[in-house]
């Protein structure tokens, strides 16, 4: 018998004026936050940033702790993703996926709304609870 692989993953929320990113899956059926598999002589940190530019074109600065973890199952591997706030300073027009994704900007309940995945929705509605952001954010 195999072992399920574990893939780690780093993962940002982006947020501007009050309201979160989500951008969608290659697939375009599920919303998701800017997330993407760890990369040799890279921190999470670093992976986190690049992701948010390269599935949202987004570009900012990340809390330098990490705001909690969600795992996911996906092809019969093991997703643990390691998610930053991340405060957006610029959002381009034209991104490296901006072809793959659509891009949404959303305040915090109707960004909960949209995601199907248990663990992310619940990782966020405690994150935002925790950082007293969810009235802000609603």
Known sequence: MTMPKRILQAAAI????NRICLVTSTSGKRWVIPKGCLEPGKTRSEIALQEAWEEAGLRGF??????????????????????????????????????????????????????????????????????GLDQALR
């Open 14 to 17: 982006p947020i501007l004026n």
């Open 62 to 131: 990340l809390n330098p702790d990490p705001v909690g973890r969600y795992s996911y199952e996906k092809l019969g591997s093991t997703h643990r993703v390691t998610v930053f706030l991340m405060e957006v300073t610029a959002v381009a027009k034209d991104w490296p996926e901006r072809h793959l994704r659509r891009r949404s900007w959303l305040r915090l309940a109707r960004a909960l709304a949209r995601i199907t995945d248990d663990g992310l929705r619940g990782l966020l509605e405690a994150v935002f609870a925790e950082q």
